[in-house]
C-alpha cells in the first residue's frame, strides 16, 4: 500500500497497454511497431459499435462490394451479416453506427490517421534512414490505398464525375484543434491518391528495403495500387506501365494448379503480393472472411451460402480448373438449408484450419495486375501483349484456352449484354474477355460493384435462371435502375456521426438518398 | 465518525455523555430533589439532564429511577429539564419536583448518517431521505440497489434483471450527464466503496441515506454530483453483558414479474406466414395475386427455405401443408390437429425456483467493547433453467472506547458471491431471451419420429433438434435450450471490505471539543469469470469448443484523517471540520483463452490444444483532497452550513487537475420564531435553501466502461501483427478536459403538523456546466470524438413526501407515505454542432436529452398495405417547413423526415406506502406509479417486424393488412422488413406496480419471555407482485432511455420467514 499521497506524481497514472508518440517515433524499430498496428487494423475487426461481424476490415469491403454486383448470389439471409448489403437496404441506415456506412468510413479514415502520425514524422524518426523510407512509403501508400476505396464507396466513379463532390481529405496528423474538411471533388482525392503513390513509389525504391512481411505493402506493390487507381482513371498506359512495373517483383509467378484448389487462405501461395497471415489469437472467428465464405465450418458462410451467379457459372467452361471453385446446380429439392447443399455454392475461399479459426486473407494477388495490364493494353489496342498475358493466365487454368482465345476479336468495345436480357450473351471481344476473366478470376476478391462502377454499365440479377432469392432481385429498384450506370443506390451514404462532428457539412452534403 | 444513535440507544449513549461531563460541576447551596417521568406513559426518564437556568454547568442527570438531586446556588429560579427525543421544560425551583417531559417529534431529532459525519435532521440544511433498516428488512432483495425504487423521492430506478443476485439501476435528481456516468456515489461505513453492491448483506444494514443536494453531498467533491447512497451497517449496541442472537430464515419462490409477449399459436403463425410469403410472390416476383397463395405454400414447404425442413418435418398438424391450408383464404382447416406442442421459453423457465436465505446475528458489549457479527446464506435460483446465485457473507464490527480520549474500531466484511449465469447478450442466437424467447411455435425442441412422437435414446432421454434444416432466423444448427445445459458461465468473486477507524478526542479544558479521527477502508474484490462453449454444438462446435477464464482484480483504499471542533456557547453553536484525504484504486485483469477441446466438460484451459487469448492490463486511478465544513447555529432556529473540498483527480492532465467544490445552506425553523410558538398544533416548520457545486470526473466510454486517460493520447500496443508488435493510435490529446460541474440549488420545505402529518417539499434546479462531452468530431478526422467539458444541461424537478397517521389507537395504526416527483431535462449547450443524432434518438440543444428521433406514421395505405409516413418540405437550411408535411410511403427516405416525439422521461412518479398495524400484526404495501414517458419498445417492434422467417409474431400482428380495402394500423406482412420505426413504436412508459407487501405477526412479549426468547416474528413478504402498463410483456422500467433488450426478465419473489431474537 502506497499512502504517499503527497508526491508529486501520486496524480499521473497512465495505462499499461500503451505507450506515447515521442516513444513510439523515436527510431525506425520503434516506428515499425506504428507501421504494423496499422496493417493489423486491416483485419481487425470492430468497425462499427454493433454488428462487428460483418467488419473486419479490407476484406469485409470485396465482400460487401461484390455482394453488391450480379456475379455473387446470396443464397439465403442467414443471421442477416451482409444481407442488408446485398438487397441493398443499408444507405437508409447512415444514423446508426452499427451499419456499413459508418463501419466503412471509420475504417478508411482510421487507416488515414494512423498513416497520417508517421507521415507527419517523416525527418525526426532517427535509427536506419533506410528502414525510415520503408516506414514512411508504407504510410504514404496506406493513406493512397484507403483515399481510393473511400472514393469508390461514397462516390460515383472518377470518368465523368470529376467535379462531383470527393471525401474530406486529411494529410495532416488529427489533434483536438482538427477541423473537419469539406467533401471537395472527386479530381481532388485521385490528385492526392496519385501524389502519395507516386511519393511512396519514390521512397520505397530510394530505401531498398525490400518487403518485411507479407502484411507488409513494399514498392511492387505501390505500384500494383497506382495500376488499379489509373485503370479506374482510364489512363490506360499509365495503368499498364505500373502493372508492369509490380510484376517484375523477384520470384514472382501464378498460381499453381494445386494452389489453384486450396491456395486462397495461404499468402505464401504463388502470386500473392500482399496479405495477412492471421494467427490463432489473432483470429476475429465468426467476425472473419472465412466464418462468412466458407459453407462447410458450420459457421455464417454455412447458414447463408455466397454462390456465384449461375450465368456467370455458365460462362466457365468445363475444362476449366476454376469451376471447381463452386458447386454445380443441385435440384431445390435435393438442397438442405445449410452446408454445401446449394446450388452454385463457393468452395474457393475455406478455412486454413477452422479449430483455430484460422486462415490467411490475400489483398493483392499477381492475377489482378495481369488482368490489369491485359486489360489496359487491349484498351490502348495493342492486342498481341494483351492475348499474351490473357495466355499466361489460362495456361493452368484451361487446357483449352489458347482455342478459346483465339475466338476473340480484337476489338476493345464492351458487347456483352451486360444487362442480361436473357438471350445467351455471347464473348466475341477481346475486351469482353479480359473482363469475363476478371469476373471469374476475381471473385469474391476486389469487389465486383467497383467494376460495375468504372465500367459504367449498371446490372441486373434478373437474368434467365436466375439463382439470385426473390429478396435479392431488387425489385424495388422498378426494375431499370439498377441498370443505369451512375445509380445513386450503387454508393453508400455518408455516417450521421460525419455531419454530427464535421462543421464544413451540413446535411446537404450527404449523398442522394 | 459514524454515530448511528436511534432509540434507546441514543439514550443511553447520551447517559453516559453526561455522565461524564458532570465531573467538572461545581457545588452550591439549595438542594432539589425531583423525580422526570415520560408524558406518555409514566415511566421514568432516564439521563435527562438537569440544569439551572443561565447557568449551564450548573446540572445534573436523572439517574435509573429517572431521579434527580441537585444542589443550586442561592437566587437560582428555573430549573431546565431536557432530554433527547423530548421537548425540553422548564420548572420553577421547588425542593420536590415531579416533571413530566412530552415526548417530541421524533423525527426531528433523528440522527442520520451524512456525509463524514452525522447530524440531527432538524440541523441539517441539505436534503437527504433516509431509508432504514427495517424497511428494507421488509424487501426480498439480494442488492439493496434493488429497495430504493419507491421508497426516496428524487431516486428513478430500473427494474433490474431477474439474474439472481443482480442489482438495479439508480440514479438522482435526472441525468447530469451525457459522457460521464450519471450512476450515484456508493459510501459504506464513511467510505467511499467500489465493492459490489450485492456483497453487502442487506440484512446488515441500519440504514442508508440519500444524499440528493450539493449541501449535503459536496463534501464529496469530485464524485458527488450524482448524489450519494451512504450505506450504515449495523453496530454492537449492548450494554453490560447482554449478548442478542439474532436468527432469520426466509424461503421463498421466484416467477416472472413481468409477463411474456402475446405470440402467436401455431395455426396462427403458419397463416401469417403464408401471409407474407403470399405478399413477396405479389411484391417481389409480380405474381397475380389470385394465384399468389397456391406459389405460397410451395415456398414455405421448399426446403431451401427451411420453413419446414425437410419432408415438412416442421409441420406440427396432421395434414400435410398442401391440404391443412387453403390457398385462397390463408387458413389452417378446423379439424387440423396438433401433433406436438412444445414451447422453447417454458422448457428453459424453472418452475418455482427456491429463494432461501439464512441469517445469523449476534450483538453484544462489555464496558468498553461493543461489537456485532453476522453469518448470512442466500441462496437464489434463477427463472431461467442453470442459473442461480450463491452468496456468503460474514460482517464483524468491533469499536472499543478504549480510554475517555480514545475509541477505536473495525468493521470487517467479507463476501463470496457465486453466480451462474446466462452470459449472452442481445440478438446472439446463444442469448435465449432471444432465441428462446421469440422462437416460432412451429419448431420443436425435441428430435421427433415421424409420427411426430420425441425420439428417446434407449436409456429414455430425449436428445436434442439441432435443426440443420430450420431456416436460419429459427437457428439453424442450434439449439438454444441445448446451449443452455451444453455451455457454462460462471462468475465466483470474492469480495473483501474493510473499514477501521481511530479517534482522538479531548473532552476538557481548552480543548474540549476538539477531535481527530482517521479512517482507512479498502475494497478489495477479485472476480474469476468462465466462459465455456461446448465442442459439440453451437457457438464453438468449428473449433472444437472454446474456454475462457477472466480475472479482475480491484483494491482500492482510502485514507484520511479529520479534525473536528465542536462548541456551542450560550446560543450559539457550531461544528468546523478539516480534513485531508486519498484514494487509490488498482484494476488488474488476466484473461485466457483457447479452442481444440478432445470431448465436453472440460472446464480448465490446461485441456485445451491452441491458446486463443492471453492479455492482461492494469489500470490506476487516484484522487487526492482536502477538505473542511463549518456548521452553525443560533438558538436551534437558524442553521448555516457550509463546506468546501478541492480535489485532485489523476483522470486529468496535471494542469487541470485539481477542482474545488462548495456548498452553502441555510435553514429557518420558523415555528421556533415567536409568533409560531405557542400554535400546538404546529411541531415544526423548517424553510431551507441551498447552493453548491458539485464535481463529477466518472468518464465512460461508448460500451459504459470508465476512462481513466481521457486527456491522453496514445499508441495502444494491443495491436501485434502475427509476430510483430504493433500499435495505434486510440484517442486525441485534449490537456484541457476536466471535471464535469453540477450546479445545485434546493428550496425546501418541512412541516409536522398536530403530530401526526409531516412533509418535506422540495424544488431543485441542477445545472450541469462545462459538461464532460465526448465531442464529436468528424470521423473522417480517424476519431469520432474527444472529451472535453463543453456544454450544459439542467434538471429541475418538484419532490413531495407526505407521511400522515390516519389512524393511531393502542390496537390499530395505519399510516400512509406518498411521494411524487417531477424531472424536467434540457439540454442547454453542446459542442459547434447543436446536435447529436443516433438510430432513434437525439440529443439536441433545447430539448429533452435522449429525445425519441423518429418519423410520425401515417397509417397504413388501405389500397396497398404499405406504412405511410408523414413527409415533409425543407427549408435550405433543412429544417422542416411548417404545415409543408404530406404522405409518402418511401420507407427508405423516411430517416430524413424524422421529428423529435418525445422521450422515456415521466410527467410525474412516485409511490404511496401503507403501513397498518393491528395488535401484534403488521401489514405494508409499497405502490409505485409513473405516468408520461415513451418507451421505443424493440422486442414489441421485432414481434411486429421480424428479421427472419422462423421467428414469433405478436398476436397484434392478426390485425395486418390483407386485402385492398382493409382499414388498419399495420402493415401487411413481408418476409423482409420494409417499414422504418415510427412513433407508432413508441409505447406508453405509464404503469402501476404492487412493488412490496409484507406482512408480519410479532408475538407478545410477555407470552416469548416464558420460553426465553426475546422477540419473535412471523413474516411473509411479496416483491414485485403486480405491474399494469400499456402493453404485455414490456417493461417499461428497463432502463432510463426508454429501450428495452432481449435480457433476463425480472423477477417475482413470495417468500415465508421467521426472524427470533434470543
Sequence with gaps: ?????????????????????????KDDKSALVALNGIYRLMYTSGWSLSNTHQNFGNTSTSLFADLMGEDMVQHEQGSGWFWYDYIYDVRRRYTSTGWRSYATWNYYYSLISNANYIIAQETTIGGDPANVKYIVASAYAIRAYSYFYLIQIFQQTYVGHQTLPGVPLYTEPTTSASVGKPRGTVEQVYTQINADLDKSIALFKASGVSQMDKSHIDYYVANGFKAKVALVQGKWQAASDAAKEALTKTNLTLMTASQLSTGFNDVTSNGVMWGATIIADQATIYASFFSHMDPTAGMYGSSSRKCISSWLYGQIPTTDARKSWWGGYIAPASESSSGVNASYVQKKFLFKNVTTYTGDYIFLRAEELLLVEAEAQCRLGNYTPARSLL??????????????????????????????????????????????????????????????????????????????????????????????????????????????????????????? | ????????????????????????????????????????????????????????????????????????????KVLVISFIGMTSKEEAIR??????????????????????????????TGSAAVVKGEDLNKRLVSSVSKSLDGNVAGVQSTSGSGQPGSGASVVIRGFGSINASNNPLYVVDGIPYDGNINAINPSDIESMTILKDASAGALYGARGANGVIVITTKKGNQEGDNVKINLKATVGVSSRAIPAYATLNQSQYLETVFQAYKNDQIINKGIDPKLAGAAALTAMSSTTTGMLGVNEQYNPFNFKLADLMDPTTGKVRSDAQLLYNQNWMDEISAKNPLRTEYQLGFNGGGKKTKYTASLSYLKENGLLQTTSFQRYTGRVNIETQAKEWLK??????????????????????????????????????????????????????KSYDYGKSRPAGAQTNFNSVGTLYDDKYTNYSDNLSGRAFLELAANHGIFKGLKFTSHLGLDNQNAYATTYYNPYNGNAAASAGRLTKENGRLFSYTFNQLLTYERKINDHAFDILAAHENYAHKYNYLEGEKTGFPYGGL?????????????????NYRIESYFGRVN???????????????????????????????????????????????????????VKASYGSQGNDALLNSAGSPVYYAWQSFYNLGFPNANANGAIVTSVENKNVTWETNKNANFGVEFKLFNRLSGTLEYYNRKTVDMLLYVPMATSLGFDGYYDNVGSMSNKGFEATISGDIFKSNDFNWSITLIGQTIKNKVLKLSTKNEIVYSNTIIREGETLNSFYVVHSAGVDPATGNQLYWFYNKDAQGNKIAGSDYISSNYSQAVNYRVISGSRIPAFQGSINNDFKFKGFDLSFLVTYSIGGKVLDGLYASLMNPMYVGQNYSKDILRAWKNPGDITDVPKVVLSSTVATTDRNLIDASYMALKNVALGYTFKKSVLKQIGVESLRLFASGENLLLLTHLKGMDPQYNFTGSTDYSYVSNRVIAAGIDINF
Design chain 1, 1 to 25: 500500500m502506497n499512502f504517499a499521497a503527497c508526491t508529486t506524481d501520486y496524480l499521473e497514472t497512465n495505462p499499461t497497454s500503451s505507450t506515447s508518440g515521442t516513444t513510439i517515433f
Design chain 1, 391 to 513: 495466355t499466361q493466365l489460362g495456361a493452368n487454368r484451361d487446357p483449352n484456352y489458347s482455342t478459346r482465345l483465339a475466338t476473340m476479336t480484337n476489338a476493345n468495345t464492351q458487347t456483352l449484354d451486360t444487362k442480361g436480357t436473357g438471350s445467351t450473351p455471347v464473348i466475341t471481344t477481346l475486351l469482353d474477355e479480359v473482363l469475363l476473366q476478371r469476373r471469374i478470376e476475381l471473385w469474391g476478391e476486389t469487389g465486383r460493384i467497383f467494376d460495375i462502377l468504372r465500367l459504367a454499365h449498371g446490372f441486373t440479377r434478373n437474368f434467365t435462371g436466375t439463382n439470385h432469392p426473390t429478396a435479392g432481385l431488387l425489385t424495388k429498384f422498378g426494375g431499370a435502375e439498377a441498370t443505369t450506370p451512375d445509380y445513386k443506390e450503387f454508393i453508400l451514404t455518408i455516417p450521421q456521426t460525419e455531419f454530427d462532428g464535421n462543421t464544413s457539412l451540413t446535411s446537404a452534403d450527404q449523398n442522394p438518398m
Design chain 2, 1 to 76: 465518525m459514524n454515530f448511528n444513535l436511534t432509540g434507546e440507544f441514543m439514550r443511553k449513549m447520551m447517559f453516559m455523555l453526561c455522565l461524564a461531563l458532570s465531573i467538572g460541576w461545581a457545588s452550591a447551596q439549595t438542594k432539589v430533589t425531583g423525580t422526570v417521568v415520560s408524558s406518555e406513559n409514566g415511566e421514568p426518564v432516564i439521563g435527562a439532564t438537569v440544569v439551572v437556568k443561565g447557568a449551564a454547568s450548573t446540572g445534573t442527570i436523572t439517574d435509573a429511577d429517572g431521579k434527580f438531586t441537585l444542589t443550586v446556588p442561592t437566587g437560582a
Design chain 2, 95 to 124: 425542593p420536590n419536583l415531579r416533571v413530566a417531559l412530552v415526548p417530541s417529534s421524533q423525527d426531528l431529532d433523528e440522527v442520520m448518517v451524512v456525509a463524514y459525519g452525522t447530524s440531527s435532521k432538524k440541523s441539517f
Design chain 2, 408 to 461: 477505536y474500531g473495525t468493521n470487517m466484511n467479507y463476501s463470496r458471491n457465486n453466480s451462474n449465469i446466462s452470459g449472452a447478450t442481445g440478438s446472439a442466437t446463444s442469448n435465449v431471451w432471444y432465441s428462446a424467447q421469440f422462437m416460432a411455435p412451429i419448431y420443436p425442441i425435441y428430435n421427433l419420429d415421424a409420427n411426430k412422437n420425441i425420439v428417446l435414446s434407449s436409456t429414455g432421454a
Design chain 2, 603 to 619: 472446464f480448465e484451459l490446461s485441456s485445451g490444444s491452441t491458446i486463443s487469448i492471453a492479455d492482461s492490463q492494469e489500470d
Design chain 2, 632 to 686: 452553525y447555529n443560533y438558538a436551534e432556529k437558524y442553521y448555516f452550513s457550509g463546506s468546501l473540498r478541492t480535489d485532485g483527480s489523476s483522470r486529468f492532465a496535471t494542469e487541470r487537475n485539481w477542482g474545488n467544490f462548495w456548498s452553502l445552506g441555510g435553514s429557518w425553523r420558523i415555528s421556533k420564531e415567536s409568533f409560531l410558538k405557542d400554535k400546538q398544533w404546529i411541531d415544526n416548520i423548517t
